[in-house]
C-alpha cells in the first residue's frame, strides 16, 4: 500500500533554514507528480509546492517562491522541501502528498525565536 512517511521538521529561528524528507513506498515514485502541502495551527489546508513526476517542473504558492526549494531523487523514493529563510507565518503541520488521495502523517514545523 502507498506510504508516504514525512521527516525533518522541528522548531527553527525566524531566517532559519530546515529541510524536510517524504520516504515514499508502496507505488513507483518516479510516476507521479508530488506536492507539499500544510496546516497551520487553526487554519485550513494550504497547498505548497509541487513538482513533475521525473523533476522537471516545480511550482510554490506566492509567499514561499524563492525561500523554499521543492526537488526529488526517484532513485531513492524520497521527496524533500528545502525551506530557508524562514518566517513565523511557515509554522505548520507539513505533508507529503499525492494529491488528492494520498498523504502522509505529516510532520511539524515551528518557526519561532
Known amino acids: 500500500q502507498v506510504q508516504l512517511v514525512e521527516s525533518g521538521g522541528g522548531l527553527a529561528q525566524p531566517g532559519g533554514s530546515l529541510r524536510l524528507s517524504c520516504a515514499a513506498s508502496?507505488?513507483?515514485?518516479?510516476?507521479?507528480?508530488m506536492s507539499w502541502v500544510r496546516q497551520a495551527p487553526g487554519k485550513g489546508l494550504e497547498w505548497v509546492s509541487g513538482?513533475?513526476?521525473?523533476?522537471?517542473?516545480?511550482d510554490y504558492i506566492d509567499s514561499v517562491k524563492g525561500r523554499f526549494t521543492i526537488f526529488r531523487d526517484n532513485a531513492k523514493n524520497t521527496l524533500y522541501l528545502q525551506m530557508n529563510s524562514l518566517k513565523p507565518e511557515d509554522t505548520a503541520l507539513y505533508y507529503c502528498?499525492?494529491?488528492?488521495?494520498?498523504w502522509g502523517q505529516g510532520t511539524e514545523v515551528t518557526v519561532s525565536s
Open positions: 508502496g507505488f513507483t515514485f518516479s510516476n507521479y507528480a
Open positions: 513538482i513533475y513526476s521525473d523533476g522537471s517542473d516545480t
Open positions: 502528498a499525492i494529491m488528492p488521495n494520498y
